[in-house]
């Protein structure tokens, strides 16, 4: 096969010896910047397919009462990245024998389209490069392949020359390799995940925000439907950037006590609707269990996370068992701390060695497509070595799975952590101006779903599509209430030094951060004490953020 940069990855070959549509086909394609290749034969096409194509464009006729076999025996022979798109041009002709004959082709050769005569040669062009789009995706992704089947094979050969180093002065040298290999992955998709966070999380703002405004202003039944479907659908995107940043410790966490037992209790109803009646949820604590210091939203998703994975393991209902227990005095890299150990465990089928040693990888998953992301253990993974803690699997086939997380124990006192957390602040806006921000975005989409969201709130808007514009408009003298900025920016200034900036300046003025991807500026936001909404954010949250900043600077 050709590579995806070869000229050859454009060429479609052209199957028709009846009549003219060989020759003008091959005329169109070319006008669209594709190589067209006109096969003589069945036989000429199927030996043109082993020398590298995007696509094939055959006439039925050409197919009609011919013994298939090498064709078919080609595609099924494919290697797993390839799928070859065939586009077939049928006549209008609506005999049952054909129809039949048609219906069992397109099953034997797989990814196959079909025109109608006559057909319109935009229909013909549009058809053949949205196949050989496909196919180039394909060749990527063969070459992702064998890029990662070379790092492997370099990878190995420095594994083995560290080993026959290592293996007269270290007794136990393969669980350290197997450690260290493992850490090095995690943290090489670490780096590829919390890297495209800023900008997914910048389209979900637009979808989320656009949704939210849209129904404001469209109430009826059936639009109000599709809107919740598309603002489900956002959410979950959202949901699957914030556990790609967990497992890649690129999202900064809220660390809070948090009472295991009474938390878990108050998920109690959520988890027993979500794992349906064939599973039975028991919880065991020790009356005396520590709070421990995490995430409160993170933790619920690990939770959620653990015992979906528990509930698909055991297809015939099965019992799930939450267990809480204080852990004093417990060594970490040459440090002694108090944890709590959390366990997960289920009474479902169990993993195999194998797949248990890759079972926190991203991605990874032994479900059916569409049933699972691979993420849930990721996830846990990366919330407990961010909260400070560790995780681990002990699962054996048949006998169950039980996840075990070890989380730091609150530093708080007991009564701090046992109180009912209640916020009554009032979250309605009272119809008077609420005062004139300047909006900071160079992404035209996000602002005007940000423009739109802040004078929904009853804010006047100045915007600024960068941090030195901003601070001009702010020089030329119009009264500004308060600052909301994106924080990766174009330009020499971020949005974190434009709010360092605005501190030295107008100390008084009052900066809201918002950023896809604020853990990447993490220490730079703590260090400078400053507040942070994370995209995607709702109106509710913006409304709330943007009072309690200006409520500081009152007060």
Not at 419 to 446: F, N, Q, S
Request: charged residues 25%.
């Amino acid at each position: 096969m050709t590579d995806p940069g070869d000229p050859a990855g454009r060429v479609v070959l052209i199957l028709a010896p009846v009549g003219r549509d060989g020759q003008v086909s091959a005329e169109l394609l070319a006008k669209a910047g594709l190589a067209p290749h006109v096969c003589i034969g069945l036989d000429a096409l199927i030996e043109a397919l082993s020398a590298g194509a995007a696509a094939a464009f055959i006439a039925e006729e050409a197919l009609f009462g011919r013994d298939l076999g090498a064709l078919e025996r080609w595609i099924a022979a494919q290697p797993a990245w390839s799928d070859l798109p065939i586009v077939i041009l049928t006549s209008h002709r609506q005999d049952p024998r054909i129809a039949a004959w048609r219906q069992k082709l397109v099953v034997s050769l797989g990814n196959v389209s079909l025109l109608e005569r006559p057909v319109h040669p935009i229909t013909l062009t549009s058809a053949l490069l949205s196949a050989s789009r496909a196919r180039l995706r394909q060749y990527e992704v063969r070459a992702l392949l064998e890029a990662r089947e070379r790092g492997t094979e370099q990878l190995q050969l420095k594994v083995d020359e560290a080993t026959a180093e290592l293996r007269e002065q270290l007794s136990n040298r393969a669980r350290i390799e197997d450690a260290l290999r493992q850490a090095q992955k995690m943290e090489a998709i670490g780096q590829l995940t919390g890297g495209v966070a800023h900008d997914f999380n910048n389209l979900l703002m637009v979808i989320i925000a656009g949704l939210e405004m849209i129904e404001r202003h469209r109430q009826s039944d059936r639009f109000g439907g599709f809107v919740e479907a598309m603002r489900t659908a956002a959410q979950r995107g959202a949901s699957l950037t914030r556990q790609l940043l967990a497992f890649a410790r690129r999202q900064p966490l809220k660390p809070e006590p948090v009472d295991l037992p009474r938390h878990i209790g108050e998920m109690r109803d959520l988890l027993d609707r979500s794992l349906g009646g064939t599973i039975r949820l028991l919880t065991e604590f020790t009356p005396d269990l520590w709070a421990v210091q995490v995430d409160r939203s993170e933790l619920e998703l690990a939770l959620l996370n653990l015992a979906f994975n528990a509930r698909d393991a055991m297809p015939s209902g099965g019992t799930i068992t939450v267990r809480g227990e204080n852990l004093p005095h417990q060594e970490r890299e040459g440090v002694y701390a108090d944890y709590v150990r959390l366990i997960v465990a289920d009474t479902g089928t169990g993993m195999p060695p194998e797949v248990a040693a890759r079972a926190f990888e991203p991605f990874f998953t032994t479900k059916e497509i569409g049933k699972g992301s691979g993420l849930g253990l990721a996830h846990a993974y990366g919330f407990a070595r961010e909260s400070g803690g560790m995780v681990r699997i002990e699962s054996q086939v048949g006998q169950g799975t039980r996840i075990v997380l070890t989380l730091p124990r609150s530093p708080a006192p007991e009564a701090d952590w046992r109180r009912t957390r209640l916020d009554t602040r009032p979250l309605i806006h009272t119809g008077r101006p609420a005062g004139k921000v300047l909006l900071v975005e160079d992404d035209d989409e996000v602002a005007r779903m940000s423009r739109e969201m802040l004078e929904q709130l009853g804010y006047e808007v100045v915007r600024s599509a960068n941090a030195s514009d901003a601070l001009g408009v702010i020089a030329a003298g119009p009264q500004i209430d308060i600052v909301f900025s994106d924080i990766m920016m174009p330009g020499a200034m971020d949005g974190v030094a434009l709010a360092r900036e605005l501190k030295v300046r107008l100390p008084q003025l009052p900066v809201v951060l918002t950023s896809g991807h604020p853990g990447a500026f993490g220490h730079e936001i703590e260090h400078n004490g400053l507040q942070v909404l994370p995209k995607p954010y709702r109106l509710d949250e913006l409304r709330v953020t943007l009072a309690e900043a200006l409520e500081r600077r009152v007060t």
